[in-house]
């Protein structure tokens, strides 16, 4: 097979990277974006998770690595601890598939392991860093390290960063870059304030939106309406009607994934618990057990849609709608990978209406469900709903314009009207019911 990224300008030690990684077809923002990395454009990549961004960077940088200069030549900026992780395995990977293991050096900075040992390893500078803004900068003001020789800054998730408030570390070490860094900034959205960021250190980028299809054709979308019922009641009835291999809960906040987790505990559900209130050290646990399969179902805040690459989801549940199509989309995002298939369940209420339509609108598709006593039932759509009450309202009015309203009022008007008013309605209901 013709390998497509022999396209790209690669050395040959990159070319025999790529087919160890047995890549064969660039991604849609692998096309755009490794050209420009390669020239040293500094690029805004925005796309969805999973659409191959990080080898979208990870391949042209290192390739440029200059092993004549023992100083950072690329730092790689995430907002959590667990994707600057999987960013330095893949860097990691990268350099033992090229045979350099000891030739190109990489660090790893990031909160939660020792600050005094990490200062020791850096005596000699790597030629990569890999981590997160706080921890980065923690360490140039200790003056462990100094980045002022890198020539790339990658800005990953930086929608993200901007969520968990980390952009002002990210500035803060921008500032204490040289002038004309190349920059490479991904995120799915973004929004206005990463607007003005990015036009306050980038000039002149590739600009790349890869417009993705909003939900893959092996997802499906399943919506349950709540119906006075408690979410852990439902989600314990839906237990029973799939097998999962892995299954993300989401709840909208940290109290409310601890308040749900228990309620399915006590239900005899055994789940895990992921949130930005953990400790690091809670975190790391959490982790390893969930890629130990120790959990079949994980109760989570949107950290783990964006912040934390978990594999193997079969399925969503969506505990609590979010308030914004992006999250929805992100949240989607986590199952149905790389063609595998996946469901999303979601249990919505009658305010979770507007964001629906909103989806239904941009071409997602939903099918209506209910599930008792571990089966699924097919449901009325809300919308089927809404019009029934409509035609019922429009009965309503109808009838009371047909009325006859009396000149003089006298005691009991109001009770005669009423009764005149309903015995209308009745027969029109009954003419409604003929033609049908």
């Known amino acids: 097979m013709d ?52 080898h979208a960077y990870l391949l042209p940088l290192l390739n440029g690595i200059n ?86 800054f990658v800005i990953d998730e930086a929608d993200l960063m901007l969520d968990l408030g980390f952009i002002h570390d990210v500035d803060q070490l921008l500032v204490r870059s040289k002038e004309g860094i190349q920059i490479l900034a991904f995120s799915a959205t973004i929004p206005q ?24 054709e092996t997802l499906e979308h399943r919506l349950i309406p709540y119906k006075h019922r408690e979410a852990s009641d439902i989600i314990l009835d839906i ?14 906040g940290k109290e409310a994934v601890d308040t749900l987790a228990a309620s399915l505990q006590q239900k005899g559900l055994d ?63 986590r199952t149905a990978r790389a063609g595998m298939e996946g469901t999303v369940i979601s249990l919505y209420r009658d305010r979770d209406i507007k964001l629906i339509e909103k989806l239904q609108q941009k071409g997602m598709t939903f099918t209506f469900w209910d599930v008792k006593n571990g089966e699924w039932k097919e449901s009325k759509s809300w919308n089927e709903r809404n019009r029934r009450k409509k035609t019922i309202d429009n009965i309503d009015s109808e009838a009371w314009k047909k009325v006859k309203k009396t000149k003089t009022v006298k005691p009991g008007y109001k009770k005669k009207m ?15 019911n003929r033609k049908r």
Do not use: C
Request: aromatic share 8%; proline share 5%; net charge positive.
């Open 3 to 54: 390998n497509q990224f022999n396209t790209f300008s690669f050395r040959p030690v990159m070319a025999d990277v790529i087919e160890q990684l047995n890549f064969y077809e660039p991604t849609a923002i692998q096309q755009q974006v490794i050209p420009a990395v390669l020239e040293g454009t500094s690029v805004i990549g925005q796309s969805v998770t999973g659409s191959g961004k990080t």
């Open 67 to 152: 092993t004549e200069k023992q100083e950072i030549q690329f730092v790689m900026t995430a907002p959590t601890r667990e994707l600057a992780m999987q960013i330095y395995e893949e860097v990691r990977k990268i350099i033992d598939y090229a045979g350099m293991r000891g030739r190109w050096n990489a660090k790893l900075l990031v909160g939660g392991t020792d600050k005094q040992k990490s200062m020791e390893k850096l005596k000699r500078p790597p030629h990569i860093i890999v981590g997160t803004p706080g921890r980065i900068l923690d360490l140039i003001k200790e003056e462990a390290i100094s980045i002022f020789s890198a020539s790339a």
């Open 193 to 216: 304030q990463l607007e003005q960021f990015y036009r306050k250190y980038l000039e002149n980028p590739l600009h790349v939106k890869i417009n993705d299809k909003l939900s893959p």
């Open 239 to 252: 237990s029973k009607a799939i097998q999962p291999y892995l299954a993300i809960i989401f709840a909208n």
């Open 271 to 333: 789940v895990g618990i992921i949130h930005g209130g953990l400790s690091p050290r809670e975190r790391k646990r959490m982790m390893k057990d969930i890629q130990n399969l120790r959990y079949q179902y994980i109760v989570a805040t949107d950290l783990a849609s964006r912040g934390i690459d978990i594999k193997g989801v079969s399925h969503v549940i969506n505990a609590h709608l979010p308030k914004e199509e992006d999250f929805y989309i992100h949240r989607s995002g």
């Open 418 to 432: 009423k009764k005149q008013q309903e015995e209308i309605k009745k027969q029109m209901k009954r003419k409604s």
